[in-house]
């Protein structure tokens, strides 16, 4: 959705919410500057109906939710084999995971370094030690540079 119709008149340029068909002026007043697709009464009445659950007919989410679960329940089964497998072949990626999803809920950035060199590196084949934190993240950084130039 965007601006329909914009116009001069007296006073500088007006633009046409699309939504209440209303010709405002073209100020950070009445438009959020960022997008002029809703003039700011049409996005608060938005933003309030989006925190009550309003935003969609209660049909369109029944299913909509329908949809899901269906998907769902059809790719159940493969997705939880494929997981199994996953895991069973990539046992060091997995439990690096695991130490990095534990320090993230700690917060310590210790732990959440050493996640980043025990992460086992395909294309170089080994765990580079390090010290430091801060030459821990450098580390990490490069090799996705350097993964990101490869690919």
Do not use: I
């Given at each position: 959705?965007?601006?329909?119709?914009?116009?001069?008149?007296?006073?500088?340029?007006?633009?046409?919410?699309?939504?209440c068909d209303?010709?405002?002026?073209?100020?950070?007043e009445y438009?959020?500057?960022?997008?002029?697709?809703?003039?700011?009464?049409?996005?608060?009445?938005?933003?309030?109906?989006?925190?009550?659950?309003?935003?969609?007919?209660?049909?369109?989410?029944?299913?909509?939710?329908?949809?899901?679960?269906?998907?769902?329940?059809?790719?159940?089964?493969?997705?939880?084999?494929?997981?199994?497998?996953?895991?069973?072949?990539?046992?060091?990626?997995?439990?690096?995971?695991?130490?990095?999803?534990?320090?993230?809920?700690?917060?310590?950035?210790?732990?959440?370094?050493?996640?980043?060199?025990?992460?086992?590196?395909?294309?170089?084949?080994?765990?580079?030690?390090?010290?430091?934190?801060?030459?821990?993240?450098?580390?990490?950084?490069?090799?996705?540079?350097?993964?990101?130039?490869?690919?």
């Open positions: 959705m965007s601006v329909l119709s914009v116009r001069w008149r007296d006073g500088g340029m007006e633009a046409r919410c699309p939504l209303d010709f405002l002026p073209t100020t950070g438009w959020n500057p960022k997008s002029l697709t809703r003039c700011r009464a049409c996005l608060a009445d938005h933003y309030r109906l989006l925190q009550l659950g309003y935003t969609r007919a209660e049909t369109d989410r029944y299913a909509h939710r329908l949809k899901d679960r269906m998907r769902y329940a059809m790719n159940r089964e493969e997705s939880l084999r494929r997981n199994l497998v996953y895991r069973a072949t990539h046992k060091e990626r997995s439990k690096a995971y695991n130490a990095a999803s534990y320090a993230k809920s700690k917060g310590d950035p210790t732990l959440m370094a050493q996640y980043h060199v025990d992460w086992p590196d395909e294309r170089l084949g080994r765990k580079v030690p390090m010290s430091s934190v801060e030459a821990r993240r450098r580390q990490w950084r490069e090799s996705k540079r350097r993964a990101r130039a490869a690919a």
